[in-house]
């Protein structure tokens, strides 16, 4: 069977990967793909982006089941062109997207079904969200309503960072649409971690738990980012914690769609923040899997994915036992320079060592020109080590690490320090 991945990071490369591992998958498109996927010879790049040409591509080449990777092109409504044409694809509609594309959605059905989230409220007048964060003080938090590529949240430790962001969104329009509302939360402390599970409509499969480094500079300084490296699993989610999301936070998010009549479907990814007494409160929904969080899970996920994403199409998750290498997986991103800004491209990249069985390597910015791999976007590599304690990974992510190099390269030196016990 043929295969698709819509997208073009390091979360795709790995999706992409993983389902070209079963032995009857003859291959994986990618589109558009990176250089990465392109120098795979299981994979191979397909230059489409507009939804409804991927559904003719779909439809030419007999495609037998396609993941959708990024938010944007679920939130523009691929999976419901692909059902509408009798193509098999697994990810959420356009209207059950709602939950990551607009914040106040979630936020106001997050209250509607009791599920645990930061208090907040929704504001598209500047004067009146400057009333409320002069009421309520800082540190506070506020975000876009909308889709803004990680650029949507603020978390303001002081007043005059809370004000800034407010006319950043609301005066002055630096954000578009997606920032012509604005939620304004409280500000929460404590641990973050990812929680992923997948969603046939009905059934709930939890995947292995993780976490990941949002800052750009080691010790989590700096500014946020897409994401700087991710580990799995995370140890702070503890079966019981496991329980408590899956029973406060997953299982009503999936029945309260179904009741207001959005069947779930696809990837169901809840940013978590666990307070100092194991308390999960809700900080977001994505709906798709976490980048770089999907890095080290996919090298842990041992079962054929494409069945199991062929049983997610089907409704039969609950027939689904997933099998996990028992190691720890951690990914360590390479990110290009000037990134999160304005990442510079064109930058030559080192050869990237050969997978081995402990280690390998996820492009997500690459692109090929003339022969040559070069960047081509914000973050570049994510580099994954398998070992059977966060720090052996550590050491074998890292090794791979210093054997790659290229221009104005940015990395963190310490992806997995909560875990290893290690304090910074
Ligand atoms: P989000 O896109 O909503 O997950 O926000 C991005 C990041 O901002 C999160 O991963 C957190 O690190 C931080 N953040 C978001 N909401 C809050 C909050 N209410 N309190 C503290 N930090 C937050
Ligand atoms: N790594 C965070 C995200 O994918 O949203």
């Known amino acids: 069977m043929k295969l698709l991945v819509v997208g073009s990071g390091g979360r795709e490369h790995a999706l992409a990967w993983k389902l070209a591992q079963a032995p009857r998958v003859q291959l994986v498109y990618v589109a558009p793909g990176n250089g990465g996927t392109a120098q795979d010879e299981r994979l191979a790049n397909v230059d489409i982006t507009d939804i409804h040409e991927l559904a003719d591509f779909a439809e030419r080449e007999q495609i037998a089941l396609t993941v959708v990777g990024p938010e944007a092109p679920l939130a523009a409504g691929i999976v419901n062109v692909f059902r509408q044409r009798g193509l098999k694809v ?24 009791n599920i645990p989230t930061a208090a907040y409220e929704t504001f598209s007048d500047a004067a009146a969200a400057h009333a409320y964060v002069e009421k309520n003080g ?3 938090v ?21 004000h800034q962001a407010i006319d950043m969104m609301l005066a002055d329009n630096k954000l578009g649409d997606a920032g012509a509302r604005v939620v304004i939360e409280e500000f929460l402390a404590g641990e973050e971690a990812s929680f992923i599970v997948m969603v046939d409509g009905k059934h709930v499969l939890a995947l292995a738990s993780s976490q ?24 702070v989610v503890t079966p019981q914690l496991h329980a408590r999301v899956m029973r406060e936070i997953i299982l ?5 769609m179904e009741k207001e009549g959005i069947r779930y479907t696809g990837f169901l990814y809840a940013g978590l923040m666990i307070d100092a007494q194991g308390n999960p409160k809700t900080l977001e ?11 080290p899970i996919m090298a842990r996920l041992k079962s054929d994915f494409s069945k199991v994403v062929e049983q997610a199409i089907a409704g039969t998750l609950d027939q689904v ?11 360590v991103v390479m990110a290009a320079y000037n990134y999160p800004d304005t990442p510079r491209k064109g930058d030559r990249i080192s050869d990237i060592p050969a997978e081995t069985e402990a280690s390998v390597t996820f492009h997500a910015g690459t692109q090929i020109v003339d022969g040559k791999l070069v960047t081509s976007g914000g973050r570049v590599l994510c580099v994954v080590g398998l070992a059977d304690s966060v720090r052996s990974a550590q050491n074998v992510a890292y090794e791979t690490v210093n054997r790659i190099s290229f221009d104005g390269m940015q990395y963190r030196h310490d992806i997995g320090y909560r875990a290893a016990g290690r304090k910074q």
């Open 142 to 162: 506020i975000k876009a309503d909308g889709l803004a590529a990680g650029k949507g949240v603020v978390v303001a430790m002081s007043l005059e960072e809370a």
């Open 212 to 235: 990941d480094h949002k800052r750009l500079q080691d010790g989590d300084q700096g500014p946020n980012t897409g994401g700087m490296g991710a580990y799995s699993p995370a140890p």
């Open 90 to 113: 697994f990810g959420p509609t356009k209207e059950a997207a709602q939950l990551e594309s607009s914040k106040d959605f979630a936020k106001a059905f997050m209250k509607r079904h």
């Open 321 to 331: 036992e997933l099998d996990w290498d028992r190691r720890t997986a951690l990914g």
């Open 285 to 295: 929904f994505n709906c798709r899997m976490g980048d770089p969080e999907t890095q």
């Open 252 to 256: 009503p998010t999936v029945a309260g």
């Open 138 to 140: 800082a540190p506070i």
